[in-house]
């Protein structure tokens, strides 16, 4: 039973329904009728490369080493001398696959009958098997890129598409992982609404109608798993706030992406989307420190933060289990984690000065599952679980920041000026669309259930510590 997963990254649920209801896209049209089309969460950060963790390793990625597109290496084991930076816009992305935990195995380790193109991750990935690599396309990439050319990608995407098909009629692999980036990168240039984002749209309904003849014509139609599903959403951006040069013109020394180079730093502003942000402060202490032992020195600095009209939300992680969040609006509240029964994960969120999530009541060590439930309709969807397992994770930053709506964090140095952005918490970003062309067995929660389906459909044992679930 081969599984192949397109991923439109940056597309929203909304618009992608609007676009099949209104005939754009009869490919996905016919998968929706005889399969089903779900709503279901992305993770925190909702940033393409980070994002990519749950479909690929079944985890949340910033326990498994991918805190965000951009961030310190406090430990100096990763990063290299003298900024002790990563940022995977750029030629570090060849880094992701030893960045990533070891322990925490990729879908192409487990399934080695492949196809991967222009995936962030591709630890296990035969050469031979990898579209979109290689330093003739890297520099192609590079150019669109830097050029700001949004209509470029959407070439890319045709390229790839055609190559991908060929490729999968020739080859027949078990698995394959397929990402077309014209939906994000037209939504940044454009918005997520514009004519240029259905455009892009079609070339993934392209590529999916071109996959079902050939799976037709082959006899392998009704044995494939073919799944569409986006990585994060978008929001409009009106205003941008230049966190970096905002604190350094209050005297501090930092170190932000692309000038990394930086003699004796105290602030490492590591941007992502462009709606989230790690604050990384005391860069001098090799091991992590905490609130609410920071508070002396950077509790002023904190609430600045939390008071510009870009911060929605402010993270304050305080031990690898225990997290306050704090919005100037609505007040504080800490998110907490332990292990419950039979290595069962229990969540728990409790307000002391507020409801800055605006679930409504407090949650006392419940599941995943519960937490899940309580927070689905609100602003900030699954929002107490990705709290949880970011602010705790050891790459990430002593400050969190996810930004106000119409707000990000970036207001320099971006090829493509930012009409639309994504990253934070918000249910825009947040909210993905999953569609299947068979009914699933269970209703699927998150974008971490995609790869124990996969593993399930194909026959592969699932491993040990999966933060999702099989659907099929």
Not at 45 to 69: C, D, E, I, N, W
Not at 174 to 199: M, N, Q, R
Request: glycine share 8%; with cysteine.
């Amino acid at each position: 039973m081969p599984v192949i997963i397109l991923v439109a990254d940056g597309a929203r649920p909304d618009s992608l329904a609007e676009a099949i209801d209104g005939g754009a896209l009869p490919a996905l049209a016919r998968m929706r009728a005889e399969g089903a089309a779900h709503t279901v969460t992305s993770t925190f950060p909702s940033v393409t490369g980070p994002a990519y963790a749950p479909f690929l390793l079944g985890r949340f990625p910033g326990p498994v080493g991918l805190p965000a597109l951009r961030w310190f290496d406090r430990t100096r084991s990763q990063a290299s001398f003298p900024h002790y930076t990563r940022s995977y816009v750029g030629h570090e992305m060849r880094h992701v696959d030893r960045d990533i935990a070891a322990d925490a195995p990729t879908m192409f380790e487990l399934a080695p009958r492949a196809l991967g193109s222009l995936s962030v991750i591709q630890r296990g990935l035969a050469k031979k098997s990898r579209l979109g690599a290689g330093a003739r396309f890297a520099v192609r990439a590079a150019r669109t890129h830097f050029s700001g050319d949004a209509a470029r990608w959407l070439d890319i995407d045709r390229e790839m598409g055609r190559e991908i098909a060929r490729r999968v009629r020739e080859e027949r692999p078990d698995f394959v992982f397929a990402a077309l980036t014209g939906i994000d990168k037209a939504s940044h240039a454009e918005g997520h609404d514009h004519g240029l984002v259905v455009e892009a749209m079609r070339i993934v309904d392209d590529v999916a109608s071109e996959l079902r003849d050939d799976a037709e014509r082959g006899g392998w139609w009704e044995e494939t798993h073919l799944w569409v599903v986006s990585d994060h959403g978008h929001s409009p951006v009106t205003a941008h706030d230049d966190l970096a040069a905002m604190i350094e013109e209050g005297g501090h020394r930092v170190v932000a992406h692309p000038w990394i180079y930086r003699a004796h730093p105290d602030v490492a502003v590591m941007v992502s989307g462009n709606a989230m942000a790690h604050l990384y402060l005391d860069l001098d202490a090799p091991q992590r420190p905490w609130w609410p032992a920071l508070a002396e020195r950077w509790g002023a600095f904190a609430e600045m933060l939390v008071e510009r009209p870009s911060v929605d939300l402010a993270l304050l992680p305080q031990s690898p289990t225990r997290c306050e969040i704090v919005s100037a609006a609505r007040g504080r509240a800490v998110v907490s984690l332990a292990q419950g029964a039979a290595g069962c994960v229990r969540y728990s969120y409790r307000t002391t000065s507020g409801d800055p999530l605006g679930i409504g009541r407090e949650l006392d060590g419940v599941s995943a599952d519960d937490a899940y439930e309580a927070t689905i309709a609100t602003d900030y969807p699954d929002s107490v679980v990705q709290i949880a397992h970011l602010a705790g994770a050891s790459r990430s930053g002593e400050i969190i920041l996810s930004a106000a709506r119409e707000w990000d964090f970036r207001a320099r140095y971006e090829p493509i000026p930012h009409k639309s952005s994504h990253g934070a918490l918000h249910r825009e970003h947040m909210l993905v669309p999953l569609i299947v062309n068979r009914p699933p067995a269970n209703p699927p929660r998150r974008t971490v259930d995609v790869m124990p389906s996969a593993l399930a459909a194909l026959g592969i044992a699932v491993p040990e510590g999966l933060d999702g679930r099989s659907f099929v």
